[in-house]
């Protein structure tokens, strides 16, 4: 396959090929014209539905039709009309009266409820209508209707609702401006439908005793099992040949004969064109043997037509039919490049958002960096401080004209150093105040006046301050979203990338097990971040994906491969959909042991774990200041907002600063609360800790005591702080202990904390972990005899290597190479 795209490409490249497309791209565009967009199609549609008859005398096509084009294409519908009528009149004269009366009742009835408000309603009760009242008046004209004539009306009228619902569902697929991506399995058996009743009007019509309708309908069985299969197939055999019988009870064996091909040749689908034509072939002789003899020359011939044309038949028109038949190759491109279009244009809007929420981000960060120099501010604070105390002591003083023209320089300089003075929060130097006094005769009002707008200025610094300061956290939170979607987007284009090495040893690695593959792709073979999806014939699945697959990927990867995801096929040789992704090289395993001041039920202090993505694990203690409901509302308020916003990708510095942020601006009440966190990567164990305000923790590694601490006020007391990262590298076996300050500062009479907590963990002989927790807040506990003077947590994290739980298997292959 792929090496036949390259002389393909030539050949189309070729002078004389490029003018044979030329030339077919105008002949197909030109009978496009004629038969849809100018309505010819639909006039020798109608003209074969006129001549359509079932069961001698039941003939419900036409005035169905109509009423479709009627709902579809009313413009059509006079064209439509003439050439049903020549149909009928072609058929017999009977017929002709019959379709013109008929058709004149159902215009009479549309035109007179045109207005009505379910139009196709009514459109169904006038098709029945228009068809069984000329057949009545027929009937009644030629004498007594006999029970049998009435069952005959009935079943036309019920016919013609019925083909009105089926051709409303076909004709629009005609139409040459609508789009459709595929087709619905009814609408396939719909177009079946409406294909096998304009064949009916060719009854009749022989061509060297061959019936132009048996050509016809075996040319779209072959057709349609040749591009969906067997199932497509039959079904196509089983509706045109039960429609075609309606119409000659003489052909009710060629039902039979269409089914059957059908299903064989969609079984045949394999040996293309030929393997098809030849199912057809064996239906024909295995049919015709058992009925007789003289129709088997006649049904051959037959055959050998519609294959004449199955083979004549352009492969462009095959393809393009393949493209609306759900399960074909061609269907799944389609779907394929249309949800790649789908992705293309998802990914470009998440990164327009990103690329916004970036911008905002640069311009509040612009606004900060365009302030003027500390210098400047200064000025502009003391003249506008100096401006409001001489509107409310100057303007109206007699002196004004001689201290600010004649002495501006001295009477600014003199209320500056006052003004600097009181700024600084010391009283003015004697010497300060009796030259400003001999200077301004109103010298005491001046000075009440400077006091009181002083604390009009510190207020507005204090506003501009919290304003920038959360300029400066909306600048970092729109920068983290815009990291986040950006991320995300590159999520969305994620492709297969092309490993033709690993490909290679991974099927043949799969050939040396015996495991049939039907599908391979590598999505991505980085470090920690391997993804990988393959289809698998597997006669009855018993685990072969993490038994034999994955160790076999482990080993080409030189890393632990285990399954993510698998869909089993529940039959026997089924295709089995497995996800191969990284492991995790360590596991972690946390327990809790905790108790409420006084041995209380609510806890001030609230705890957590949280599975991030990328192979992070994170740990987290939240302390609420003081004890009760109100200290159980701020440490269970922080660890929610850390939670939410963690998992959305941000750093876990940003995702501090900003719940900081929301804890400082949100309420003008004091809520402050600390939080240990940390942060481990369970590929390589290395871990981090943010803490604010929290005590120190504890890591264990045999007979070795580390202890991690770091120094940031609590949460939510001021506005903007920087947020100190300790990392460190664990190791198999380690057990990190985190603690609230009611274990940390429990302990009573024990001169150094430190020393002691580190002393008792590197006693207990136990390494599990709820053992270690129990134990620890159990000392804490008996050192006060049995007082629980403070809420009190303790969480425990065991660090365990993980080992997959099949060994890889060893590639020959891979070593071969």
Not at 167 to 191: A, H, R, T
Request: glycine content about 6%; hydrophobic content about 45%; aromatic content about 8%.
């Amino acid at each position: 396959m792929i090496d036949s795209i390259p002389r393909a490409e030539s050949k189309a490249l070729s002078p004389g090929h490029s003018t044979m497309s030329k030339w077919q791209r105008k002949i197909y565009s030109k009978t496009q014209s004629i038969l849809l967009e100018k309505g010819w199609l639909f006039f020798i549609v109608g003209f074969l539905l006129g001549r359509a008859v079932i069961l001698s005398v039941v003939s419900p096509f036409s005035v169905a039709f109509l009423a479709t084009i009627w709902l579809v294409h009313k413009r059509m519908a006079p064209k439509v009309m003439l050439a049903i009528l020549a149909g009928a009149i072609s058929y017999s004269v009977n017929q002709g009266i019959f379709m013109f009366l008929a058709m004149l009742v159902f215009i009479f009835l549309a035109g007179i409820f045109k207005h009505a408000k379910n139009q196709q309603r009514a459109i169904l009760t006038f098709v029945f209508i228009a068809t069984i009242s000329p057949r009545l008046m027929l009937y009644s004209v030629a004498g007594e209707l006999t029970p049998y004539e009435w069952m005959l009306l009935s079943v036309e009228g019920v016919l013609g609702i019925v083909l009105v619902l089926i051709f409303m569902q076909s004709i629009p697929l005609l139409s040459p401006k609508k789009y459709k991506p595929s087709l619905k399995n009814e609408e396939i058996v719909c177009m079946i439908i409406l294909i096998a009743s304009i064949l009916t009007g060719t009854i009749g019509w022989e061509l060297y005793n061959a019936s132009l309708e048996q050509v016809f309908s075996r040319y779209f069985v072959l057709m349609l099992a040749f591009v969906g299969g067997a199932a497509v197939g039959s079904t196509v055999g089983v509706v045109a040949g039960l429609i075609l019988s309606l119409a000659n009870v003489a052909n009710l064996y060629q039902m039979s004969l269409l089914a059957f091909s059908g299903l064989l040749g969609g079984l045949l689908k394999e040996g293309n064109k030929v393997g098809v034509s030849i199912g057809l072939l064996v239906s024909t002789f295995l049919v015709g043997i058992y009925g007789e003899s003289s129709n088997l020359i006649p049904s051959i011939t037959e055959s050998a037509a519609a294959i004449l044309l199955f083979f004549l038949t352009p492969a462009i028109w095959v393809k393009k039919l393949s493209r609306y038949i759900p399960g074909t190759e061609e269907y799944t491109n389609e779907q394929e490049q249309y949800l790649q279009k789908v992705r293309n244009v998802t990914a470009k809007r998440v990164e327009q958002f990103s690329d916004v929420f970036n911008a905002l981000s640069k311009s509040f960060q612009t606004v900060e960096y365009s302030k003027s120099e500390p210098g400047d501010d200064y000025k502009r604070e003391t003249d506008y401080f100096l401006s409001q105390v001489t509107e409310k002591t100057c303007q109206g003083c007699f002196m004004k004209n001689r201290c600010w023209q004649q002495q501006f320089d001295k009477s600014y300089s003199l209320m500056e150093g006052l003004k600097n003075d009181l700024v600084e929060g010391r009283d003015p130097s004697a010497g300060d105040v009796r030259a400003f006094e001999n200077h301004c005769v109103k010298s005491k009002k001046v000075m009440d006046v400077m006091r009181e707008e002083l604390t009009v200025l510190e207020s507005n610094k204090r506003l501009q301050k919290q304003v920038s300061e959360s300029k400066r956290f909306v600048a970092e939170q729109l920068r983290g979203v815009s990291e986040v979607m950006d991320d995300f987007a590159k999520e969305i284009l994620k492709e297969r990338h092309h490993h033709e090495q690993q490909e290679m040893q991974v099927i043949q690695g799969l050939e040396h097990m015996g495991i049939e593959l039907e599908k391979l792709d590598i999505f991505s073979l980085d470090k920690g971040d391997i993804d990988i999806e393959m289809m698998v014939n597997l006669y009855e699945y018993r685990g072969e994906g993490a038994k034999l697959i994955a160790p076999m990927l482990s080993d080409i990867l030189n890393e632990a491969v285990v399954v993510k995801q698998e869909e089993i096929s529940p039959f026997p040789n089924g295709s089995c959909f497995i996800v191969f992704g990284s492991a995790k090289e360590y596991t972690v395993e946390t327990k809790v042991s905790h108790a409420a001041k006084g041995g209380g039920i609510i806890s001030g202090d609230s705890y957590t774990t949280i599975e991030l993505g990328a192979g992070k694990y994170a740990m987290a203690i939240s302390d609420g200041m003081g004890n009760g409901e109100r200290a159980h509302e701020e440490s269970v308020e922080t660890l929610r907002l850390l939670q939410q916003i963690l998992q959305t990708g941000i750093p876990e510095k940003v995702a501090i600063k900003s719940i900081n942020s929301i804890l400082s601006l949100r309420s003008t009440d004091e809520m402050f609360a600390t939080l240990d966190l940390a942060v481990i990567n369970l590929h390589d164990a290395a871990v981090r800790f943010l803490k604010i305000g929290s005590t120190p923790s504890f890591i264990k590694r045999g007979d070795e005591m580390i202890k991690i601490e770091a120094n940031n006020l609590p949460m939510g007391i001021i506005q903007e702080f920087d947020v100190d990262i300790v990392k460190e590298q664990l190791v198999a076996d380690d057990l990190l202990i985190m603690m609230s300050d009611g274990i940390f500062e429990g302990p009573k009479h024990v001169e150094n904390v430190d020393i002691w907590l580190k002393r008792k963990i590197r006693e207990m002989q136990t390494v599990d972990p709820q053992e270690v927790a129990d134990l620890l807040l159990e000392e804490v506990i008996r050192t006060r005899s049995g007082e629980i003077a403070d809420d009190m947590t303790v969480m425990v994290a065991k660090i365990c290597k993980n080992t997959p739980q099949w060994a890889a298997i060893p590639s020959t292959h891979k070593h071969a190479q």
